[in-house]
T-cell receptor, first 115, second 110 residues
């Protein structure tokens, strides 16, 4: 089966500019996640969708970050305006219930550099 | 906040040796998962162990879980240069989303 797709793979922007990332989860996976991974750290959850509804966005900086999942499939994550500290890899994942647990499948990530 | 903390932060071994990484966490969990991340790439799921399990094997991987100590270990036997990567433990507390530790960077010297 096809994996989680993300684009772009790399993005360089200046601070105060805006940027958008796109994610296409594995077909049939109802749950979609966006994680932020700062260099040298583990991924941190930004937002979790169940179909097209938000389950958890408690760690999303809502003054500058927004995300949507129209029609419960593809998702976009936007940052406006970007700050230097937003430089990170943004990982999208989707999950399915397998063997009594939710197993997550990750995309390759988008590496964002804010200058 | 990060739930898990891996130890050591970095590990360098020779090919053929075993590598052991430890993970500690803070709250009750449904399961604990280990992931591998090669430089510049996404995360690959390695193994999942449920809270009622104590040990699990998958190929050259052996994972243990001690819920009384809130800790887990990942053992990679007969390591290979291709095992060079960062390894993360991640906990599922029932929210489905995972809480990751800070990772162990493993370097296997040929």
């Amino acid at each position: 089966e096809a994996g989680v797709a993300q684009s772009p793979r790399y993005k360089i922007i200046e601070k105060r500019q805006s940027v958008a990332f796109w994610c296409n989860p594995i077909s049939g996976h109802a749950t979609l996640y966006w994680y932020q991974q700062i260099l040298g750290q583990g991924p941190k959850l930004l937002i979790q969708f169940q179909n097209n509804g938000v389950v958890d966005d408690s760690q999303l900086p809502k003054d500058r970050f927004s995300a949507e999942r129209l029609k419960g499939v593809d998702s976009t994550l936007k940052i406006q305006p970007a700050k230097l500290e937003d430089s990170a890899v943004y990982l999208c994942a989707s999950s399915t219930y397998k063997g009594g647990a939710y197993e997550q499948y990750f995309g390759p990530g988008t590496r964002l550099t804010v200058t | 906040s990060q739930q898990g903390e891996e130890d050591p932060q970095a590990l360098s071994i020779q090919e053929g040796e075993n590598a052991t990484m430890n993970c500690s966490y803070k709250t009750s969990i449904n399961n604990l998962q280990w992931y591998r991340q090669n430089s510049g790439r996404g995360l690959v799921h390695l193994i999942l162990i449920r809270s009622n399990e104590r040990e699990k094997h998958s190929g050259r991987l052996r994972v243990t879980l001690d819920t009384s100590k809130k800790s887990s270990s990942l053992l990679i036997t007969a390591s290979r240069a291709a095992d060079t990567a960062s390894y993360f433990c991640a906990t599922d507390t029932g929210r489905r989303a995972l809480t990751f530790g800070s990772g162990t960077r493993l370097q296997v010297q040929p």
